[in-house]
């Protein structure tokens, strides 16, 4: 892929996949009599954001505040229609909310799970490590203590999840979405066989983010005390966006090095990870991830087209 090409992120659905690119933002969704349905959504550039986006590790909590408000409304989208006959929608009855409260509340939903998630894997394993100190009363052992916590709350609950029949789908769609993804950037045509042959993996992926977090989390702690235990709850709480920002940065380094050889391997822990967060997509699901992404590059090239889809 060129150096000069624009880069693609996306997200799973229930039953589909969102792709965003500079401008806008498309999810395709497979429809119960087999059909596929498509929503857009224009990204909204505000100023305060874009010059937030400048800053190294602010610009990480701002890219995930604007993820989880866009990818709200496409998950609405997704489960409000994956499974309903197409005509069957059921119609909105009475005076509808604001446009502006509808994407203000989603945004403030999405960030809050997101938020409220990143307090129970931050703290439970902190309480945890503090009920062990008697036997193991050392800052650097109490910090790694609390990482391997960390560690093995991540990964049994997305062991859990992903048992789970509708879970184990989305995480299929994740892998079409990756798969995809790497066909494009390998420069090849969008085709189900071109793109059942490349990985699942992804080194840009949010998994591999969301483990970076833990690492980062751990060196982090070192710099402040875990003694008394409020000042510990304290510093971790405040850490939070610290942490965030700092992960963001290390994403984005190990993606732009991860054609160089020796350095490539330092993206290989969130790839790992990624083996929990992904499954290998059957040919339907990888056809609704190409579809995404073309009619993506459609509205791009055609703004015009976004009036014949599903939009906000």
């Given at each position: 892929?060129?150096?000069?090409?624009?880069i693609?992120g996306?997200?799973?659905?229930?039953?589909g996949?969102?792709f965003?690119?500079?401008d806008?933002?498309v999810?395709?969704i497979?429809?119960?009599d087999?059909?596929?349905?498509y929503f857009?959504v224009?990204?909204?550039k505000?100023?305060i954001f874009?010059?937030?986006?400048k800053?190294?590790?602010?610009?990480g909590?701002?890219?995930?505040i604007e993820?989880?408000?866009f990818?709200?409304r496409?998950l609405?989208?997704?489960?409000d229609?994956?499974?309903v006959?197409p005509?069957?929608e059921?119609?909105?009855?009475g005076e509808?909310?604001?446009?502006?409260?509808?994407?203000?509340?989603?945004?403030?939903?999405?960030v809050?799970s997101?938020l409220?998630g990143?307090f129970v894997?931050t703290?439970v394993p902190?309480?945890l490590?503090?009920?062990?100190?008697p036997?193991?009363?050392?800052k650097t052992v109490q910090?790694?203590?609390?990482?391997?916590?960390?560690?093995?709350?991540?990964?049994?609950?997305?062991q859990?999840?992903s048992?789970?029949?509708?879970i184990?789908?989305?995480?299929?769609?994740h892998?079409?979405?990756?798969?995809v993804?790497?066909?494009?950037?390998?420069g090849?045509?969008?085709?189900?066989?071109?793109?059942q042959k490349?990985?699942r993996l992804?080194?840009r992926c949010?998994s591999?983010?969301?483990l970076?977090t833990?690492?980062?989390?751990m060196?982090?702690?070192f710099?402040v005390p875990?003694?008394?235990l409020w000042?510990?709850?304290v510093?971790?709480?405040?850490l939070?966006p610290?942490?965030i920002?700092i992960?963001f940065e290390v994403?984005?380094a190990?993606?732009a090095?991860?054609e160089?050889?020796?350095?490539?391997?330092?993206?290989?822990?969130g790839?790992?990870?990624?083996?929990?967060t992904?499954?290998e997509?059957?040919?339907?699901?990888?056809?609704v991830?190409?579809a995404?992404f073309?009619?993506?590059?459609e509205v791009e090239k055609n703004?015009?087209?976004?009036q014949?889809?599903v939009?906000?």
């Open positions: 892929m060129s150096n000069n090409a624009p693609y996306g997200q799973a659905l229930l039953e996949v969102m965003t690119g500079q806008h933002m999810t395709a497979r429809r119960n087999d059909s596929i349905d857009h224009k990204k909204e505000k100023p874009q010059k937030l986006k800053i190294p590790f602010v610009r909590v701002v890219a995930l993820s989880a408000g990818g709200s496409h609405q989208f997704a489960s229609r994956y499974d006959t005509g069957e059921e119609k909105n009855s509808e909310p604001s446009k502006l409260m509808m994407i203000l509340g989603v945004a403030v939903i999405g809050l997101f409220f990143k894997f703290l902190m309480f490590a503090e009920f062990l100190k036997w193991f009363p050392g910090i790694f203590i609390e990482t391997g916590f960390k560690l093995i709350l991540l990964l049994g609950y997305l859990i999840i048992m789970t029949p509708l184990k789908r989305v995480f299929q769609y892998g079409a979405e990756h798969k993804i790497n066909c494009y950037e390998a090849l045509d969008l085709t189900v066989e071109n793109v490349q990985s992804h080194y949010g591999s983010f969301i970076f833990v690492i980062v989390g060196f982090t702690y710099f875990v003694d008394p000042v510990r709850l510093s971790r709480i405040l939070i610290v942490v920002g992960s994403l984005q190990t993606n090095v991860r160089i050889p020796v350095l490539r391997y330092l993206g290989y822990p790839l790992w990870l990624q083996l929990l992904t499954k997509p059957k040919d339907e699901m990888v056809e991830a190409i995404s073309k009619k993506l590059h703004p015009a087209i976004a014949t889809l939009h906000d």
